[in-house]
């Protein structure tokens, strides 16, 4: 198993998220990211987990000392407790998880895989309600145009 970003989360085909296992937190982000695609996770998506109080202060600290952890997020916080408290490969392509993770000797790859097509770096953006879509002329949600974005 390997604990996903919210990139991944979002980018991924279902099927590769299977095997994954996510923070509760994310979740919630994806939701306010892409409803269609929060409604596809929890139906079948990667499992889902709470980071312990413990493994929250473990990953503060770490961040802390490597200076990285004013760029993180709650979310980014709650991401890297989870695999440093499982053990678990981290995938993201934050540099500043991955920079925690290294300063750990923490496993960790990034979000984009080589010969993985349907991978992608970009993601469509509405440009009404910031929804992240994969496909499609306009928004599923609210009924803009997409703009093609970088993730
Ligand atoms: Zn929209």
Redesign the pocket.
Known sequence: MEVLDTAALLTWPLEMLMQGVCANSQLAEVQRLSPSRHLMLEAQGPRFDEPTPDAIAAATAASQETGDYTGLSSVDLDVLALALSTGHTLVTDDYRMQNVCSHLNHPWRGVIQQGVREVRSHALE??????IHLQGDT??????P?KLRRL
Request: glycine content about 30%; aromatic content about 0%; hydrophobic content about 15%.
């Open positions: 509405c440009v009404g309600c910031g929804g928004c599923t949600d609210c009924g803009s997409l």
